[in-house]
Nanobody, 120 residues
Framework: QVQLMESGGGLEEAGGSLRLSCTAS????????MGWHRQAPGKQRELVALIATDGVTSYADSVKGRFTISRDNFKNAVYLQMNSLKAEDTAVYYC??????????????WGQGTQVTVSS
């Protein structure tokens, strides 16, 4: 079984910074892509940032220039550095990973979510 464990959420003032971390563990042959998503109250879950195995990244327009996604392939970890936080960044943030567990077995996995609250 594969598990994703997030950490680093919390309460921050507008303009401040937070760093989220997520580590994958379990039966992992390789991780193809990792990402962060968020879901605010009453809204659908949305993609925040993605990072491929080779380090290529993509971001939602709303966070470009403020958030940075990175990964450590040796640690099976992904990070989200969030700067210049805004009240509208308040949401539960979820880590995701596209993981190949073994030859012929591949799936998309999610963490349990971590709350980020930005006070204005």
């Amino acid at each position: 079984q594969v598990q994703l464990m997030e950490s680093g959420g919390g309460l921050e003032e507008a303009g401040g910074s937070l760093r989220l971390s997520c580590t994958a563990s379990g039966s992992i042959l390789r991780i193809i892509a990792m990402g962060w998503h968020r879901q605010a109250p009453g809204k659908q879950r949305e993609l925040v940032a993605l990072i491929a195995t080779d380090g290529v990244t993509s971001y939602a327009d709303s966070v470009k220039g403020r958030f940075t996604i990175s990964r450590d392939n040796f640690k099976n970890a992904v990070y989200l550095q969030m700067n210049s936080l805004k009240a509208e960044d308040t949401a539960v943030y979820y880590c995701s990973a596209d993981i190949q567990e073994r030859i012929g077995v591949r799936g998309n996995y999610w963490g349990q979510g971590t709350q980020v609250t930005v006070s204005s």
